[in-house]
């Protein structure tokens, strides 16, 4: 059974940083892309940032500059650094993965539980 777990969410003003984790674990053959999205009250799930296996990365134009993805292949996990956080960008934050599972072998889309992210002073 695979599992994406996020962590790192928190209360933070404005200006300030935070950086989530994102943890892939199970029966795992190979991870391909990952991406972070989240959703505010009221509003659609969006994109924030996506990351290819190889590294390629791309970011909402609303993120661009502040945040950061990145991610540990060998470890599985995934992280997106956030700074210069705004009141806009108080959201609950999704962890998305693509991931090959031992058990099928074929490319199936995983979701985390979301991890909540407020910047409020």
């Known amino acids: 059974q695979v599992q994406l777990v996020e962590s790192g969410g928190g209360l933070v003003q404005p200006g300030g940083s935070l950086r989530l984790s994102c943890a892939a674990s199970?029966?795992?053959?190979?991870?391909?892309?990952m991406g972070w999205y989240r959703q505010a009250p009221g509003k659609e799930r969006e994109l924030v940032a996506w990351i290819s296996r190889d590294g390629s990365t791309n970011y909402a134009d609303s993120v661009k500059g502040r945040f950061t993805i990145s991610r540990d292949n060998a470890k599985k996990w995934m992280f997106l650094q956030m700074n210069s956080l705004k009141p806009e960008d108080t959201a609950v934050y999704y962890c998305y993965a693509e991931v090959i599972p031992r058990a099928t072998l074929k490319n199936t889309n995983y979701w985390g539980q979301g991890t909540q992210v407020t910047v409020s002073s």
């Open positions: 199970g029966s795992i053959f190979q991870i391909n892309d």
